[in-house]
């Protein structure tokens, strides 16, 4: 008997945060608070398809300071352009 496959999650996937990620981290709950929380923190986001906002732990750390600036352009990921 064969066990079943644990689910893979891509590394894209664990780097995207969604707007119930963000909500959860803002404390806001409408899209309004949470772009406000966002654009205080400095930290980089884009709409989705519903009119959700969406960003990146990477984003997220380049903001808190744990990242440098440079840290996405190195990687060559042009996600907030």
Known sequence: MTK????????LHTEVLQFDDL????????R???EEWLRS??????YDAKGG???TVTALN???GV???TY???LSIDLFR
Request: charged share 35%; aromatic share 6%; net charge positive.
């Open 41 to 46: 923190q400095r930290i980089r986001f884009k």
């Open 32 to 34: 309004a608070g949470v």
């Open 23 to 30: 909500r959860e981290l803002s404390g806001r709950h409408q």
């Open 62 to 64: 380049v903001a808190l």
């Open 67 to 69: 990242l440098p600036d």
């Open 53 to 55: 906002v969406w960003t």
């Open 72 to 74: 996405q352009e190195e």
């Open 4 to 11: 079943p496959r644990p689910e893979r999650r891509s590394p």
